[in-house]
């Protein structure tokens, strides 16, 4: 067959055929007859694109760019007859190295492609570094021949999500998870059925963008073990996988396993979200190495200070740029790939108060990254979800400029439930907010409880089983002498710091947990789950534990015979969520509003019906509307205090009668029921809800 | 690695032994989509094959659709379990044709070809 041709080389750079790029897109793609690289800096002086052979690792060719390559500050070109299994890439760039005047440029190092599409130097989780080597991550090339059968997006509207937040690496990598490659995409993947069995339809994982476990890694005198960046939130490489989660990663297949992974999911109905970190990088402060941003255009990538000094609004040393407009478009094409070439459903952004801000860290009423992030069209149908805070003090919680697209990690529902949950006095107001989907944080603006992602515990912090068994944090094996980690837990460890042989003790955690678990699945907004929760999972009282690699922070999976109890409530629960659309309705329950069989849409009673006492430890509502399946209609208490209290059940018209669902007062089964499935209760009957316990009722039909 | 190449009256038979990485593609490229035009028909004896990566499962996707674009066959004979490993895992396993032994890949090649 004869091809045509346009794309011929005019030139030679070091023996290598050549031609000027087309200047998009950025990042290295494959052309016939050989590969498009482009490059963007506004403050260099030179370029120079290095080529090294994949088999030897050894330099192959340093092709320094002419100005004649070069459109406004962007360099591109076409090198001819490069196989694109064959080698690996970085790029040399000179200019002034003034670091007053915000520049770092060095000749001599070779840097990371920000565009590269997959990483090697990192490909095997833990296997150590040649530290000598003085360019450790290169990029390379990845063949876009993924055949995705069909794949569509499951589409599933926000409020029917719950959503499963986990490690890539920690969901299997505990040699009780039986799988073939413990720690992996392709481990996740054979884990599918139990996540389908939990019922969660959705898995946000912790950040799988290219990042170094060994970053800032060194021995832990007091675990003799390494410390680690396990959790990840440090990008080395931003549109490429972690290689170290991939079984593949060695044989450099990393994308394809994603791939196939994302396929997998989608097929079971569950959506993939990832958890993103675009508020900075890997390089740190000033004292850091220089990878990829700062020897490439230090003073548009970072945000400086007048001197040129690094703002770190995140903690980590450094703050990305990102409201800049070469940046901004960075962080766009980096979310449309991961939606166009992985299917990803959504992204939640770590500490996204970041991108709010200007180059100079100040706050913006209407910061054109967010803008333009909602008003994508390859994004538009993506969930959004972002961590309304930064580490720079800035708290956006219900104000996070949202264009009616950005839903937030809702840390007041977080830290409302816990206190409830612990038996502080006077909260059974707030808890009824947080019920309603925070109407406080999401009404006035009318994003409604879709905007809210309900959770007791994520990754920062105790884990659930940590929550009801510590009181304060246990963070000595982080070696920083317990000074790590955040101090306001809101926790209580019912009677005994840590593991308890006390059966009572042990009981009444059980129940706490299914509390919180029941508290979650009826509240308004989206609910997230922590990888593990359901079926006990502890840190050993560590609420920091984002530096090790080893067995706690993995999920045991021996848990769930040990943990049956709480893991069949909480896949019942979820089952109960999804039975029930009066606990997915889009907007906030009003109590002005005709809900179904007389009751309003929200309705408050106490030990009476209608009489709530804002000011005790007792929460009961009976939530109702019409459906498209006739009235549906729950009622939910609980009670976190230490004595039992006798209800009076609201009255139902004639033909219905109250059946229990939940009861985390009664041990297991009776904790429990398919929905409609418990014991009817008699009409106008007292309901003795005991002490720390919650119960959920729905209306059913006398048959 | 090392490729022999036998043909008898219906198909090519290849046997590759040693790993097939971005080191020997081009040549192991090569050389099958030779025997592959030949004949239409071809088996890959898989046995003998170590390490494989990225650049050697591109080598038979490429095979694979040379096949299916010109009305002839690829069957995979006798993967090595680590090798199925990778292709499963990278979601590429179920594309490719393959048989457990080359006697039932010969066979089943009879009956794919017209």
């Given at each position: 067959m004869s091809a045509r041709i346009d794309?011929?080389?005019?030139g030679e750079i070091c023996g290598w055929k050549v031609r000027p790029g087309r200047?998009?897109?950025f990042g290295a793609s494959l052309v016939p007859g050989g590969v498009h690289f482009s490059i963007f800096s506004a403050a260099a002086t030179s370029c120079t694109l290095v080529l090294f052979d994949?088999?030897?690792?050894?330099?192959m060719a340093a092709l320094p760019l002419p100005?004649?390559?070069?459109?406004g500050d962007v360099w591109s070109v076409v090198v001819f007859g490069l196989d694109p299994e064959t080698f690996e890439y970085g790029y040399r760039l000179d200019g002034p190295d003034e670091a007053s005047a915000g520049h770092r440029f060095d000749r001599e190092k070779t840097l990371l492609d920000p565009y590269a599409r997959a990483v090697s130097g990192?490909?095997?989780?833990?296997?150590?570094?040649?530290?000598?080597?003085?360019?450790p991550y290169r990029g390379f090339l990845v063949p876009?021949?993924?055949?995705?059968?069909?794949d569509q997006p499951p589409a599933i509207a926000s409020e029917d999500l719950v959503i499963y937040e986990m490690h890539v690496r920690g969901?299997?990598?505990?040699?009780?998870?039986?799988?073939?490659?413990?720690?992996t995409y392709a481990g996740l993947v054979e884990k599918i059925p139990y996540l389908r069995g939990l019922g969660v339809n959705c898995v946000e994982l912790l950040?799988?963008?290219?990042?170094?476990?060994?970053?800032?890694s060194r021995q832990n005198p007091v675990t003799g073990a390494m410390n680690m960046n396990?959790?990840?939130?440090?990008?080395?490489?931003?549109?490429?996988?972690?290689?170290?989660?991939?079984?593949t990663g060695s044989a450099g297949m990393q994308v394809d396993e994603f791939k196939a992974m994302v396929r997998a999911l989608h097929a079971a109905g569950i959506e993939v979200l990832l958890d993103v970190?675009?508020?900075?990088?890997?390089?740190?402060?000033?004292?850091?190495?220089?990878?990829s941003f700062r020897g490439l255009d230090n003073k548009t990538y970072y945000m400086l200070g007048p001197d040129g000094s690094y703002l770190n609004f995140s903690g980590c040393g450094n703050s990305l740029n990102c409201n800049n407009p070469v940046v901004r478009q960075m962080v766009l094409d980096c979310l449309r790939f991961w939606v166009s070439e992985?299917?990803?459903?959504g992204f939640r952004f770590d500490a996204?108060?970041?991108?709010?801000?200007?180059?100079?860290?100040g706050p913006m009423l209407n910061p054109p990254l967010l803008e333009s992030v909602a008003a994508d069209p390859v994004l538009k149908k993506c969930k959004l979800i972002a961590e309304?805070?930064?580490?720079?003090?800035?708290?956006?919680?219900?104000?996070?400029?949202?264009?009616?697209r950005f839903s937030e990690w809702n840390g007041k529902f977080r830290d409302d439930v816990r206190d409830f949950l612990r038996g502080e006095p006077g909260r059974a107001g707030v808890l009824a907010t947080r019920l309603a989907g925070s109407p406080d944080l999401y009404e006035s603006s009318g994003r409604?409880?879709?905007?809210s992602v309900n959770f007791?515990?994520?990754?920062?912090?105790?884990?659930l089983r940590d929550l009801v068994s510590?009181?304060?944090?246990?963070?000595d094996a982080n070696d920083e002498g317990n000074r790590d980690?955040?101090?306001?837990?809101?926790?209580?460890n019912c009677g005994e710091?840590?593991?308890?042989?006390d059966g009572e003790i042990r009981q009444l955690r059980l129940r706490q947990s299914k509390n919180a678990l029941l508290a979650l699945m009826v509240s308004r907004g989206i609910p997230m789950i922590l990888m593990g929760d359901e079926v006990g999972?502890?840190?050993?009282?560590?609420?920091?534990?984002?530096c090790h690699d080893a067995g706690f922070n993995?999920?045991?999976?021996?848990l769930v015979e040990r943990e049956s109890d709480l893991l069949r409530f909480t896949r019942m629960a979820i089952a109960l969520r999804q039975a029930h659309p009066v606990l997915r309705l889009p907007g906030h329950p009003r109590g002005d509003a005709a809900g179904a069989l007389g009751f309003p849409e929200v309705s408050w009673h106490g030990?009476?019906?209608?009489?709530?006492?804002?000011?005790?430890?007792l929460v009961a509502a009976v939530i109702a509307a019409e459906t498209p399946a006739g009235p549906d209609a729950v009622f939910f208490a609980w009670n976190s205090g230490s004595q039992a209290e006798n209800l009076a059940l609201p009255d139902l018209p004639g033909g219905f009668a109250w059946t229990v669902e939940?009861?985390?007062?009664?041990?297991s089964p009776d904790d429990i029921y398919s929905a409609a499935g418990g014991p009817i209760l008699p009409p106008g009957g007292p309901f003795l809800l005991g002490p720390r316990s919650s119960v959920l009722l729905s209306a059913t039909k006398n048959s | 690695m090392n490729l022999n190449i036998t043909h008898n009256s219906r198909a090519a038979v290849a046997s590759v032994t040693g790993d097939i990485t971005h080191a020997v593609s081009p040549e192991f490229q090569s050389t099958l989509l030779e025997a592959l035009k030949g004949s239409g028909g071809l088996v890959l004896?898989?046995?003998?094959?170590?390490m494989f990566t990225s650049a050697g499962l591109r080598v038979l996707l490429l095979l694979h659709r040379e096949a299916a674009g010109s009305g002839g066959c690829l069957i995979l004979a006798e993967v090595p379990s680590a090798v199925r490993d990778v292709m499963e895992v990278t979601g590429f396993w179920e594309q490719f044709l393959t048989r457990p032994t080359v006697g039932e890949a010969i066979a089943a090649l009879s009956g794919a070809l017209p």
């Amino acid at each position: 067959m004869s091809a045509r041709i346009d794309l011929y080389p005019t030139g030679e750079i070091c023996g290598w055929k050549v031609r000027p790029g087309r200047v998009f897109p950025f990042g290295a793609s494959l052309v016939p007859g050989g590969v498009h690289f482009s490059i963007f800096s506004a403050a260099a002086t030179s370029c120079t694109l290095v080529l090294f052979d994949k088999a030897t690792r050894r330099e192959m060719a340093a092709l320094p760019l002419p100005e004649s390559f070069r459109i406004g500050d962007v360099w591109s070109v076409v090198v001819f007859g490069l196989d694109p299994e064959t080698f690996e890439y970085g790029y040399r760039l000179d200019g002034p190295d003034e670091a007053s005047a915000g520049h770092r440029f060095d000749r001599e190092k070779t840097l990371l492609d920000p565009y590269a599409r997959a990483v090697s130097g990192r490909d095997v989780w833990g296997n150590p570094p040649d530290w000598s080597d003085p360019y450790p991550y290169r990029g390379f090339l990845v063949p876009e021949d993924f055949d995705w059968a069909g794949d569509q997006p499951p589409a599933i509207a926000s409020e029917d999500l719950v959503i499963y937040e986990m490690h890539v690496r920690g969901f299997t990598r505990h040699p009780s998870s039986g799988v073939r490659h413990p720690g992996t995409y392709a481990g996740l993947v054979e884990k599918i059925p139990y996540l389908r069995g939990l019922g969660v339809n959705c898995v946000e994982l912790l950040p799988v963008f290219e990042f170094d476990e060994f970053e800032l890694s060194r021995q832990n005198p007091v675990t003799g073990a390494m410390n680690m960046n396990y959790w990840g939130y440090s990008t080395v490489g931003f549109f490429a996988p972690k290689a170290g989660y991939a079984a593949t990663g060695s044989a450099g297949m990393q994308v394809d396993e994603f791939k196939a992974m994302v396929r997998a999911l989608h097929a079971a109905g569950i959506e993939v979200l990832l958890d993103v970190v675009f508020n900075h990088t890997c390089e740190g402060d000033h004292r850091g190495p220089s990878i990829s941003f700062r020897g490439l255009d230090n003073k548009t990538y970072y945000m400086l200070g007048p001197d040129g000094s690094y703002l770190n609004f995140s903690g980590c040393g450094n703050s990305l740029n990102c409201n800049n407009p070469v940046v901004r478009q960075m962080v766009l094409d980096c979310l449309r790939f991961w939606v166009s070439e992985f299917h990803i459903d959504g992204f939640r952004f770590d500490a996204a108060a970041i991108l709010g801000r200007d180059p100079w860290g100040g706050p913006m009423l209407n910061p054109p990254l967010l803008e333009s992030v909602a008003a994508d069209p390859v994004l538009k149908k993506c969930k959004l979800i972002a961590e309304a805070w930064d580490a720079g003090g800035l708290y956006l919680l219900g104000s996070f400029p949202n264009y009616g697209r950005f839903s937030e990690w809702n840390g007041k529902f977080r830290d409302d439930v816990r206190d409830f949950l612990r038996g502080e006095p006077g909260r059974a107001g707030v808890l009824a907010t947080r019920l309603a989907g925070s109407p406080d944080l999401y009404e006035s603006s009318g994003r409604g409880p879709r905007a809210s992602v309900n959770f007791v515990t994520c990754h920062d912090g105790f884990t659930l089983r940590d929550l009801v068994s510590y009181n304060g944090k246990h963070n000595d094996a982080n070696d920083e002498g317990n000074r790590d980690g955040i101090d306001d837990n809101r926790s209580w460890n019912c009677g005994e710091e840590g593991d308890s042989d006390d059966g009572e003790i042990r009981q009444l955690r059980l129940r706490q947990s299914k509390n919180a678990l029941l508290a979650l699945m009826v509240s308004r907004g989206i609910p997230m789950i922590l990888m593990g929760d359901e079926v006990g999972r502890t840190q050993g009282g560590n609420n920091n534990a984002y530096c090790h690699d080893a067995g706690f922070n993995w999920l045991d999976w021996s848990l769930v015979e040990r943990e049956s109890d709480l893991l069949r409530f909480t896949r019942m629960a979820i089952a109960l969520r999804q039975a029930h659309p009066v606990l997915r309705l889009p907007g906030h329950p009003r109590g002005d509003a005709a809900g179904a069989l007389g009751f309003p849409e929200v309705s408050w009673h106490g030990r009476q019906p209608f009489e709530p006492d804002w000011n005790s430890r007792l929460v009961a509502a009976v939530i109702a509307a019409e459906t498209p399946a006739g009235p549906d209609a729950v009622f939910f208490a609980w009670n976190s205090g230490s004595q039992a209290e006798n209800l009076a059940l609201p009255d139902l018209p004639g033909g219905f009668a109250w059946t229990v669902e939940a009861n985390t007062g009664c041990p297991s089964p009776d904790d429990i029921y398919s929905a409609a499935g418990g014991p009817i209760l008699p009409p106008g009957g007292p309901f003795l809800l005991g002490p720390r316990s919650s119960v959920l009722l729905s209306a059913t039909k006398n048959s | 690695m090392n490729l022999n190449i036998t043909h008898n009256s219906r198909a090519a038979v290849a046997s590759v032994t040693g790993d097939i990485t971005h080191a020997v593609s081009p040549e192991f490229q090569s050389t099958l989509l030779e025997a592959l035009k030949g004949s239409g028909g071809l088996v890959l004896d898989c046995s003998g094959i170590g390490m494989f990566t990225s650049a050697g499962l591109r080598v038979l996707l490429l095979l694979h659709r040379e096949a299916a674009g010109s009305g002839g066959c690829l069957i995979l004979a006798e993967v090595p379990s680590a090798v199925r490993d990778v292709m499963e895992v990278t979601g590429f396993w179920e594309q490719f044709l393959t048989r457990p032994t080359v006697g039932e890949a010969i066979a089943a090649l009879s009956g794919a070809l017209p």
